[in-house]
């Protein structure tokens, strides 16, 4: 059963950083785009950043310029790379990934168990 693994949560002081690591469990045959999301509580879950297989990235606007995310096809890995972290990115976060898992089936969308990020003084 191939799942998506997400590590690198934790506590930071504002202005931190982190890296949250988004990997799948076992090789597949194709992963295609993958991205992370998060949710607050109380708030519906928003995607954060994307990338494609071919490295195009796309960001919210409250992330930009802090966040970077990229992947290692050769992995089935992606990472999300987090700067100058404020209180109001504390949330879960969730790795998604469209892939196929083995020759012959579809393509389906997979998410992780989601990490904790906390971002207080």
């Known amino acids: 059963q191939v799942q998506l693994v997400e590590t690198g949560g934790g506590l930071v002081q504002p202005g931190g950083s982190l890296r949250l690591l988004c990997r799948v469990s076992?090789?597949?045959?194709?992963?295609?785009?993958m991205a992370w999301y998060r949710q607050a509580p109380g708030k519906q879950r928003e995607l954060v950043a994307s990338i494609t297989r071919d490295d195009t990235t796309s960001y919210i606007d409250s992330v930009k310029g802090r966040f970077t995310i990229t992947r290692d096809n050769a992995k089935d890995a992606m990472y999300l790379y987090m700067n100058s972290l404020k209180p109001e990115d504390t949330a879960t976060y969730y790795c998604k990934a469209d892939l196929i898992a083995h020759v012959g089936s579809s393509s389906r969308e997979y998410w992780g168990q989601g990490t904790q990020v906390t971002v207080t003084s």
């Open positions: 076992e090789t597949v045959f194709r992963t295609y785009t």
